[in-house]
């Protein structure tokens, strides 16, 4: 495997609707992807095969899991075990998220 870096927080512009996703990084089947929302997120619901965990970073988001109404902000973090239905309700413009896929054995 080789040494890879970079930086979260260089200056990257939000989408101007939905979000952006970017993998940072990838060690066994284990993904770590960088989110960044427009204040215009999709409202499509996530069930996803994976377990997810998710830190909103800076901003401000509200979500919806499995029935239940989550305001987060920076500093908040949320374990979504495998097929948890979720989806983004409210980003503030900018939100910056990461998410690490872990899938299930």
Do not use: K
Request: with cysteine; net charge negative.
């Amino acid at each position: 495997m080789a040494i890879t870096r970079g930086n979260l927080f260089v200056a990257r512009e939000p989408p101007l609707t939905g979000e952006r996703f970017e993998t940072v990084a990838s060690v066994s089947s284990v993904r770590i992807e960088q989110i960044v929302s427009s204040s215009s997120p999709d409202l499509a619901p996530y069930d996803q095969p994976q377990d997810e965990w998710v830190v909103l970073l800076t901003g401000d988001a509200t979500l919806e899991v499995a029935g239940e109404r989550l305001e987060l902000c920076a500093g908040d973090h949320v374990l979504l075990p495998a097929h948890t239905p979720h989806r983004v309700l409210r980003t503030s413009h900018g939100a910056h998220w990461l998410a690490v896929h872990v899938p299930r054995s």
